[in-house]
């Protein structure tokens, strides 16, 4: 990923980010690839299997839930007000923290929506475009 390469972010929290806006958008493909890349190693197996059900337990932070709760609120259509999640996020992970997880949970949805439309136009999961790199834009 494009927003890994100068990362703020802890990488355990950008990737339970990446895995509930996954979570979110029902994009099973979106969620298989985030389980199983190679990426993952910063979570315990244990908390990956957690996260669709984050709220209910004790397995996460009060910083790693309210990053679950951000990557919710913003993949949600439309998008609920995270005015005040912002505000907690801004004191655990300062500006540039909150602005790279934005860039992550934008990134996520952005990938979950290429696959539900390449999957409505009976395309093969994980290819939205008509050859490899081809996005529809050119």
């Known amino acids: 990923m494009a927003v890994e390469q100068c990362s703020r972010l802890d990488r355990g ?3 339970l980010a990446q895995l509930a806006a996954a979570a979110v958008t029902g994009c ?3 969620a298989g690839s985030a389980y199983w890349a190679p990426a993952m190693r910063s979570l315990v197996l244990e908390e990956i299997r957690a996260v669709p059900r984050w709220s209910d337990g004790e ?3 009060r910083l790693e839930r ?3 709760l951000y990557a919710e609120a913003m993949t ?3 998008p609920l007000p995270a005015d005040a999640l912002a505000a907690g996020l801004r004191e655990g992970l300062g500006d540039a923290g909150l602005a790279e997880l934005t860039a992550v949970v934008a990134e996520a949805a952005g990938q979950a929506a290429g696959q539900a439309a390449g999957q409505a136009a009976g395309q093969a999961p994980g290819r939205t475009g008509g050859q490899t790199g081809q996005t529809g834009l050119d």
Request: net charge neutral.
């Open 59 to 61: 397995v996460f932070t």
């Open 66 to 68: 309210l990053v679950m």
């Open 13 to 15: 929290l950008r990737e």
């Open 28 to 30: 099973s493909p979106c």
């Open 76 to 78: 949600m259509t439309p």
